[in-house]
């Protein structure tokens, strides 16, 4: 049986030391009660980020932590569009939500904070280019650079489509993907005859 009091609350910090971000059921799993948790949080040794989502106050906070935050709450999305561009490097816009995909069909979140951005993929569309990083701590699936141009590129409502001009120009310059790669992307995600225009004007040019 656990201790109660100190030990259990410096368990709590140890689990926060080790894992910056954690869910109150995770918490609760490994032993740590509900109220354990609203000590810490009182006494100023643990911070409620939203809704059932706790960080140590010492813990290092990452520049991209929202993304983070995000996949916390919703396990299964994928962040995608305009905060995969940003965390790719591949825009100077800071969303003020995190884009997060899920399936065209699924339960949809309820975030509290951070605010968020949902988008619906189909089936054939969700499942590609998913890529996983490591963001404080947490396994944040994120979309690859060639099917998030793929998607700005497929979805002009959502996303300007000089937002996606610039992101594909700056995916060349920087190199951080290849023509073929973007045009394999294209093909899978149903915007070839959309991009490659953009795409092969930008190669021809670079």
């Not at 740590?32 to 010492?58: C, M, P």
Request: aromatic letters at 6%; a positive charge.
């Amino acid at each position: 049986m656990l201790e109660t009091g100190a030990t259990q609350q410096d368990r709590l910090l140890s689990i926060l030391k080790a894992q910056p971000l954690a869910r109150s059921n995770e918490l609760r799993a490994q032993g740590i009660t509900a109220t354990t948790i609203a000590r810490a949080e009182a006494n100023g040794l643990i911070t409620r980020v939203s809704r059932g989502l706790y960080q140590s106050l010492d813990s290092e906070i990452d520049p991209h932590q929202s993304l983070a935050e995000v996949a916390k709450q919703v396990p299964q999305g994928v962040i995608c569009m305009v905060s995969a561009l940003a965390y790719h490097g591949l825009t100077d816009q800071m969303p003020r939500r995190v884009w997060v995909a899920i399936e065209k069909n699924g339960w949809t979140p309820s975030v509290s904070y951070p605010p968020i951005k949902v988008v619906r993929f189909s089936p054939r569309f969700f499942d590609q280019g998913i890529e996983h990083t490591q963001i404080s701590g947490v396994d944040v699936p994120i979309y690859s650079i060639p099917k998030t141009l793929a998607d700005v590129f497929r979805n002009p409502r959502l996303v300007d489509r000089s937002v996606a001009i610039e992101s594909l120009r700056s995916a060349l310059t920087q190199r951080k993907t290849t023509p073929s790669a973007i045009y394999q992307a294209a093909e899978a995600g149903g915007t070839l005859n959309t991009l490659k225009p953009y795409l092969e004007a930008l190669t021809f040019n670079g």
